[in-house]
C-alpha cells in the first residue's frame, strides 16, 4: 500500500491512553508541521510553537530523527541528535501555556543535496500531580511529527520512470511504475501527468500517486489502476510534473 505519510505535510498522529470514561476534545498543539532550514546562516535556526489548550499541566519531549524513503513511501528513521541542537527537549506546559521551541542545525554544511528529517513532539504520560476528576477519563496524549528539511544552494529535483510493468492480484491489473529522483531536493507528485503512447492519465486515474513526496536521491514505487484501453506496455511512461 502506498503511504499517504502526511502527503507534502508531516501526519500528526493521535494516541489514547484509556483512564476513563470522558474524552476532552481539547489537546496540545504543534506548529508548523514543515519547515526549510540553511546548512548555515540565519536560517540555521527556526522556531516552532507548542500550545497546551487543555485544562492540565502537559510534559512534551522533543526529539529529532534522520529521514530516509522505502520504496513505498514509509519513512526509515535514525538518529540525528549530533545534528540538531533543540532547546528545550523537554518541557512543561502549563493550562494555556505557548511555548517557543528553538531548533538549530549544527550538522556539516557543505551538503551537496538536501537532507530530510523528522522533528517528534511527544506528550508523555506523566503524572504531574492533578487531582483524579470524579467519574474518570481518557487521555489523549498527542504526538506530531513534522517534516524538516536542511536544502543546499542551487539544487533542484530530477524525476523520471525507469521502470514499468503491469501487475495483477487476483482480478484487479495495476500499472506499476518506478519513479526516481536523481536531483538534490524532494519533489511532490502534483497535477503529474504519465504519457504513455497516445494515453495521458492525470487527476483520479493516478490515484495513489498523485500528491506523493519524492526525497532527493530516492525511489518509490507506485501502482494505479490499469486504463482498459492498455492491453501490453511498449514503451517505459514519461512523467510530465508542474
Known sequence: MNSQYFSQFARRVLTAASLGLSL???????????MDFSPT???ATRIFRLENNTAEPTAVEMVIKSR?????GDDVLGDAEDQFNIFPPQLVLQPGQIQSVRVQ?????ALEKEQAFRLIAEQLPVDLGEAPQDGGRMRLLVKYIASVYVVPRNVRAVLSVTEAQIVSEGAQRWLQVKVKNEGGTRKILKN???IIGPLSLSGDALLGMEGE??????????RVKLPTELLTLDTTPRLLLE
Do not use: C, D
Open 24 to 34: 476532552s476534545l481539547q489537546a496540545m498543539t504543534f506548529s508548523p508541521i514543515e
Open 41 to 43: 546562516g540565519r536560517a
Open 68 to 72: 530516509s524513503m522505502a520504496s513505498n
Open 105 to 109: 542545525y549544527i550538522g556539516s554544511a
Open 192 to 194: 503529474a501527468k504519465l
Open 213 to 222: 513526496n519524492v526525497l532527493a536521491q530516492t525511489a518509490r514505487v507506485f
